[in-house]
Nanobody, 126 residues
Framework: QVQLAESGGGLVQAGGSLRLSCVAS????????LAWFRQAPGKAREFVAA????????LLADSVNGRSTISRDDAKNTGYLEMHSLKPEDTGVYYC???????????????????WGQGTQVTVSS
């Protein structure tokens, strides 16, 4: 069983930057694709970014593409999401997720993740 814990959220002005971290415990993130999702007030949770288990492929939602980077450090059992040029519409609770996989691959799934963190609040003021 993998437990995920996000950190790095907070209140930031529009145009600012944040780096979110997702630390895994109770298991390894090795061989597991990692992803970030977010949920704005009154809206459904949406995909933000994913990184393949081998770290070679990333996928970003159109809404954050060009101003965000997803990365991972398996030695630290940690995933990251860096966001720049933040906008008020980036406000929401950000969740990290991991998906079971037995092998390293280039897969960057957008759905069907197996383990989730509790989320970290990101608020962007205008």
């Amino acid at each position: 069983q993998v437990q995920l814990a996000e950190s790095g959220g907070g209140l930031v002005q529009a145009g600012g930057s944040l780096r979110l971290s997702c630390v895994a415990s109770g298991g390894t993130v090795k061989r597991k694709p990692l992803a970030w999702f977010r949920q704005a007030p009154g809206k459904a949770r949406e995909f933000v970014a994913a990184i393949s288990s081998n770290g070679e492929i990333t996928l970003l939602a159109d809404s954050v593409n060009g101003r965000s980077t997803i990365s991972r450090d398996d030695a630290k059992n940690t995933g990251y999401l860096e966001m720049h040029s933040l906008k008020p519409e980036d406000t929401g609770v950000y969740y990290c997720a991991a998906k079971y996989s037995a092998i390293y691959s280039n897969d960057v799934p957008r759905t069907n993740y197996d383990w989730w963190g509790q989320g970290t609040q990101v608020t962007v003021s205008s």
